[in-house]
């Protein structure tokens, strides 16, 4: 993932606040427009064809919606949710012998820990929490955001890993990557043993 720097992130901001295109915008930085696009979603344009996008936009992302209509998750259903996201991103027996979590995206991490109290257990003492943060971090606001987000006591965060990004450069909204380890090798054989059986039923092992 490329980071850039603050100024051109301002600059392309500014430009689209004056009304320039992302295309005008693009040539104006040399930044990929889909780039730009990220940076400057939130600034309303009269444009049309930004209008225009921003409806499509939500009538894509909408469509869907419907399914959750009085839609409620049990214990079970959980497990099965949870299992699933940690197969896509959790650190996998023998390489870990807890159940460990990372990712920078602040609504990912709510929606794992949540999956797991609700589908699990859990004896919250056994958490404990790693930040990876560039430099140009403010580690105790970055420690209470994801203290406060998680429910997890700062009592309970390791010390922080700091780096230094390459050539200065910032991801618009970076918080930081955050690891969350649990402490129960049972527990993590138990998330991928569901995530193992539900595999198969699409390789033609049980449906």
């Not at 209008?51 to 959750?68: S, V």
């Not at 794992?112 to 971090?137: A, C, N, P």
């Not at 390791?158 to 955050?178: A, V």
């Amino acid at each position: 993932m490329k980071f850039y720097d603050k100024e051109i992130v301002k600059k392309a901001r500014e430009a689209r606040k004056d009304g320039l295109s992302l295309r005008a915008i693009e040539k104006l930085i040399n930044v990929p427009n889909s780039t730009i696009s990220k940076w400057v979603r939130d600034i309303k344009s009269t444009n049309y064809f930004y209008k225009n996008a921003r409806i499509q936009e939500k009538k894509h992302k909408d469509k869907e919606h419907p399914l959750f209509n009085n839609y409620s998750v049990n214990k079970y259903q959980a497990r099965i949710f949870l299992s699933l996201l940690y197969w896509c991103e959790g650190s996998k027996y023998p390489s870990s012998n807890c159940v460990a979590f990372s990712n920078s995206d602040s609504s990912m991490m709510k929606t794992y820990i949540k999956l797991l109290r609700k589908g699990f257990d859990i004896d919250e003492k056994k958490f404990r929490v790693r930040l990876q943060l560039h430099s140009t971090h403010n580690e105790a606001k970055e420690s209470n955001h994801w203290s406060k987000l998680l429910k997890i006591s700062l009592d309970q965060f390791g010390k922080s890993t700091i780096t230094i990004p390459k050539n200065k450069r910032k991801r618009l909204d970076y918080r930081g990557t955050c690891t969350i380890k649990y402490y129960d090798v049972k527990l993590l054989l138990n998330i991928m043993g569901i995530y193992e059986q539900f595999g198969k039923m699409f390789q033609g092992g049980i449906a």
